[in-house]
């Protein structure tokens, strides 16, 4: 409503413009289809503009680890890769997929269940 009384966009009432474009991210890779599919959609993808893709993954670890590293291969380090391995993970899977991605995620989505 303010913005309309000022005539303004309402990012200049809460400050100004930070950014002139926002990365396009696509969420629907997930690790029960097959890699090949995984590596070939995350290539259309980032030809289509897309610059991060969210794994869905927790089942296969190693599938997991492999699908990652296949796809900052095909798009590069431009290309920023969030793993959701929705709190499927062991303790100790999590440790070995967080340290063999090291580098290569840009964030690790609840991989542990956490027990209140």
Request: glycine share 8%.
């Amino acid at each position: 409503m303010n913005g309309k009384i000022h005539n303004t966009p309402i990012y200049n009432l809460l400050g100004g413009l930070y950014k002139e474009e926002i990365p396009l991210s696509w969420t629907s890779i997930g690790t029960f289809f097959a890699l090949e599919e995984m590596v070939a959609d995350a290539k259309k993808l980032y030809g289509q503009g897309f610059r991060a893709v969210k794994v869905k993954a927790g089942v296969h670890p190693d599938k997991d680890i492999e699908v990652c590293k296949l796809i900052h291969e095909a798009c590069g380090p431009d290309m920023k890769i969030n793993l959701d391995p929705y709190m499927l993970y062991s303790r100790e899977n999590a440790l070995r997929v967080g340290m063999e991605l090291d580098g290569i995620l840009d964030s690790f989505e609840e991989p542990l269940l956490v027990c209140l």
